[in-house]
């Protein structure tokens, strides 16, 4: 099973807001952690990350919009997101660091992807 699972997606108006979800399943400790998206009209680009000591990063698109938050203990991490665009319209991606228990190696590891549609 892949180890991370994305959830919150959805259909909502332009103006609207959606909280994007995603849970580490099984035996990791979890790093970097970040928010990326593909749009119809782009590549996959980075919507906004956090470190293992809380530092953010967002993309220049987000403008205030999106908060990235995780949860060390619970091993999530979400993505409230208000003031939606049709623009925001994709396929939103979790992307994590994680170190298998037991093991010394890190690797980067991508959900199944959860759609976000905008209406205008």
């Known amino acids: 099973q892949a180890p991370l699972v994305e959830s919150g997606g959805g259909l909502v108006e332009a103006g609207g807001s959606l909280t994007l979800s995603c849970a580490v399943v099984?035996?990791?400790?979890?790093?970097?952690m970040g928010w990326y998206r593909q749009t119809p009209t782009s590549r996959r680009e980075l919507v906004a990350t956090?470190?293992?000591?809380?530092?953010?990063n967002y993309a220049d698109f987000v403008e205030g919009r999106f908060t990235v938050s995780r949860d060390n203990a619970r091993k999530t991490l979400d993505l409230p997101m208000t003031g939606l665009k049709p623009e925001d319209t994709g396929v939103y991606y979790c992307?994590?660091?994680?170190?298998?228990?037991?093991?010394?190696?890190?690797?980067?590891?991508w959900g199944q992807g959860t759609q976000v549609t905008v209406s205008s």
């Open positions: 992307n994590e660091e994680l170190r298998r228990y037991g093991r010394t190696d890190l690797h980067y590891y």
């Open positions: 099984g035996g990791f400790t979890v790093h970097a």
């Open positions: 956090t470190t293992n000591g809380g530092a953010k």
